[in-house]
């Protein structure tokens, strides 16, 4: 998870069975709440910061990014 500072859970299983999701994060001093599936790419941040962002979504977990015939 890098370099979290805190991490807050209040439910049994969210750390053992991998089911976590971020609903809100600061970033560039500014409060985002995770609303919506596409929320980073609609919220008001620097296009370099929103890049480290995806990079450390990438290289910090295990998901794989696939492509079909159209997009990723």
């Known amino acids: 998870m890098g370099t979290v500072e ?32 596409n929320t980073l790419f609609n919220c008001e941040l620097a296009h370099e910061t929103i890049e480290k962002v995806k990079e450390g979504i990438l290289y910090n977990c295990e998901a794989r990014v696939e492509m079909d015939a159209t997009q990723y």
Do not use: H, Y
């Not at 807050?8 to 999701?21: I, R, S, Y």
């Not at 500014?30 to 599936?37: A, E, P």
């Open 6 to 37: 805190e991490i807050l859970c209040g439910k049994t299983g969210t750390l053992t069975e991998a089911d976590m999701n971020v609903s809100k994060f600061i970033v560039e001093g500014k409060l985002i709440k995770n609303s919506r599936k």
